[in-house]
């Protein structure tokens, strides 16, 4: 596994690079094995260190976990980060297990993909009056996949990738829906209801 420390306008010591170092190497290897990188970034906003953690799982699908802490100190910024990418690990190898076991039992249907296109929208959009002809403003276009998944596959790819929401094909049934992090901490699953014939 290969583990980068590096410093976003902050300069990074020996001490905390072989502390990052020992604990991703401890931390991470206790529940994958599949690791391939490991990336720290340490930065400095105002009076506190933020450490963003990111790690490639380096399986098939693409998987990355993420961590970030922002902390006062930049040791328990780091510690922050890492117990969250910890977090994410123990609950992506729980669910492993699971879905091996639940494998077994019933045969997966067909995976189904589709392209998309993935767009970063301004705040401000959605601001103007509908009279108005602007358009919001696109900061960011970048393509994406939308998966086949179960629900339990796209909670696990959500968390483990710090995302806010995600769009999948349901194995289940073949249909769109949509997983998010509500504001309480809960995760809300749409999952809208086939046409009448």
């Given at each position: 596994m290969q583990i980068l420390v590096s410093g976003k306008g902050v300069e990074v010591g020996e001490s905390l690079r072989e502390h990052a170092q020992a604990q991703i190497d401890e931390?991470?290897?206790?529940?994958?094995d599949r690791v391939t990188s490991v990336q720290v970034v340490v930065s400095r906003e105002a009076h506190m260190f933020r450490v963003d953690i990111t790690?490639?799982?380096?399986?098939?699908?693409?998987l990355v976990v993420r961590g970030r802490g922002?902390?006062?100190?930049?040791?328990?910024?780091?510690?922050?980060?890492?117990?969250?990418?910890?977090k994410q690990l123990r609950r992506y190898k729980r669910k492993i297990t699971n879905h091996h076991k639940q494998h077994d039992e019933a045969p997966a249907p067909a995976n189904k993909r589709a392209s998309a296109v993935k767009y970063v929208l301004s705040p401000e959009a959605g601001?103007?009056?509908?009279?108005?002809?602007?358009?919001?403003l696109v900061i960011a276009e970048k393509p994406t996949e939308i998966r086949t998944m179960t629900v339990s596959e796209a909670v696990m790819k959500m968390d483990l990738q710090d995302l806010p929401a995600l769009m999948f094909f349901n194995s289940a049934h073949g249909r769109l829906n949509v997983v998010y992090r509500r504001a309480d901490g809960n995760i809300s699953w749409v999952d809208p209801e086939a046409k009448a014939a």
């Open positions: 931390h991470v290897k206790k529940y994958i790690g490639n799982l380096g399986t098939h699908s693409g922002e902390v006062s100190d930049v040791y328990a910024a780091f510690d922050e980060a890492l117990e969250k990418v910890s601001e103007h009056d509908e009279d108005e002809k602007a358009s919001a």
